[in-house]
């Protein structure tokens, strides 16, 4: 026995698969399935009136540029060379902000 047959086994003898070839009957007889998606109403987003909305302020940054800040925050959720990207950037992310 050789060092290949060792490691991968004796080759085993080839076997002969036969293909069966559909009828035309049995192509034809069959009807292709339509499946029906359920349709989606999308309620429609209505804004509270109520304060518990965050604001965020756009104001000025003591190193430099601007910052986008919740209301009440220690901390600025992002800085922006100026006070136009900083609303632009309210806008884009569905904030609401007041500028300072």
Same mark, same amino acid.
């Given at each position: 026995?050789? +060092?290949?047959?060792? @490691? +991968? ?8 698969? !036969?293909?069966?070839?559909? &009828?035309?009957? *049995?192509?034809? *007889? ?5 499946v ?11 804004? !509270?009136?109520? #304060? /518990?909305? /965050?604001? %965020? @302020? ?7 540029g ?6 009440? #925050?220690? =901390? *600025? &959720? =992002? =800085?922006?060379? &100026?006070? *136009?990207? #900083?609303?632009? %950037?309210?806008?884009?992310? #569905?904030?609401?902000? /007041?500028? @300072?």
């Amino acid at each position: 026995m050789s +060092f290949w047959s060792k @490691l +991968f086994g004796k080759k085993k003898p080839e076997q002969k698969v !036969e293909e069966v070839k559909p &009828t035309v009957e *049995a192509v034809v *007889a069959e009807e292709p399935v339509v499946v029906e998606e359920p349709v989606v109403v999308e309620e429609p987003v209505v804004a !509270e009136e109520s #304060g /518990d909305e /965050d604001v %965020y @302020l756009v104001k000025k940054h003591t190193q430099e540029g601007w910052q986008v800040i919740k209301k009440g #925050g220690k =901390r *600025a &959720t =992002r =800085r922006v060379p &100026t006070q *136009a990207a #900083g609303v632009e %950037y309210c806008k884009v992310n #569905g904030l609401k902000c /007041d500028v @300072l």
